[in-house]
T-cell receptor, first 114, second 113 residues
Framework: DGGITQSPKYLFRKEGQNVTLSCEQN?????MYWYRQDPGQGLRLIYY???????QKGDIAEGYSVSREKKESFPLTVTSAQKNPTAFYLC?????????????FGPGTRLLVL | GENVEQHPSTLSVQEGDSAVIKCTYS??????FPWYKQELGKRPQLIID?????GEKKDQRIAVTLNKTAKHFSLHITETQPEDSAVYFC????????????FGSGTRLLVRP
């Protein structure tokens, strides 16, 4: 899991502002994921991508957008449409997105609203 | 819809005692069950996983048991140590949607020295 990096560690968003969270991996993994973690709760899937130039919505995609132009990179944009963005955001990757693969997590980005 | 319930939400044990965390899943087609450990402010890390073709798996002081009939699985930690203190998450997924891990709400384990 040391091969997944996220930046920044902390991010502040103003009202009406879009912000982008970075996720990079050098593990040569095909599949990448974005999760949101709220205090005292489990992880919820926002978006996932099993291959370059393709991605799918997870359970809570509204107010978020992603792109997958490169295998190593899967940035997440939190748009102004996301009314409650304060959370801990975790990126993960796995070999191919097939069944039963281990998902390795990045260190996370904590997003706060000013 | 798919759901994973996890209990207890907090667990405090004396160092050296055992700890047990239980999860129940709703989707009978689930057949992959990982457990993650997350220390404060850190990333979740896989500690053990089990697939539906086995009933138990052990790795040193940790073990996971699976009861498919009852749709529940449990994490057992023996001889607990202070460094075991963390939040533990169970998860479940089914073979036809492997990307989709459904997580439990987490158990905060405190091991008292």
């Amino acid at each position: 899991d040391g091969g997944i990096t996220q930046s920044p560690k902390y991010l502040f968003r103003k009202e009406g502002q879009n912000v982008t969270l970075s996720c990079e991996q050098n593990l040569n993994h095909d599949a990448m994921y974005w999760y949101r973690q709220d205090p005292g709760q489990g992880l919820r899937l926002i978006y996932y991508s099993q291959i370059v130039n393709d991605f799918q919505k997870g359970d809570i995609a509204e107010g978020y957008s992603v792109s997958r132009e490169k295998k190593e990179s899967f940035p997440l944009t939190v748009t102004s449409a996301q009314k409650n963005p304060t959370a801990f955001y975790l990126c993960a990757s796995s070999t191919s997105g097939l069944h039963g693969e281990t998902q390795y997590f990045g260190p996370g980005t904590r997003l706060l609203v000013l | 819809g798919e759901n994973v319930e996890q209990h207890p939400s907090t667990l405090s044990v004396q160092e050296g005692d055992s700890a047990v965390i239980k999860c129940t899943y709703s989707d009978s087609a689930s057949n992959y069950f990982p457990w993650y450990k997350q220390e404060l402010g850190k990333r979740p890390q896989l500690i053990i996983d089990i697939r539906s073709n086995v009933g138990e798996k052990k790795d040193q002081r940790i073990a996971v048991t699976l009861n498919k009939t009852a749709k529940h699985f449990s994490l057992h930690i023996t001889e607990t140590q202070p460094e075991d203190s963390a939040v533990y998450f169970c998860a479940a997924s089914r073979v036809d949607s492997s990307y989709k891990l459904i997580f439990g709400s987490g158990t905060r384990l405190l091991v008292r020295p």
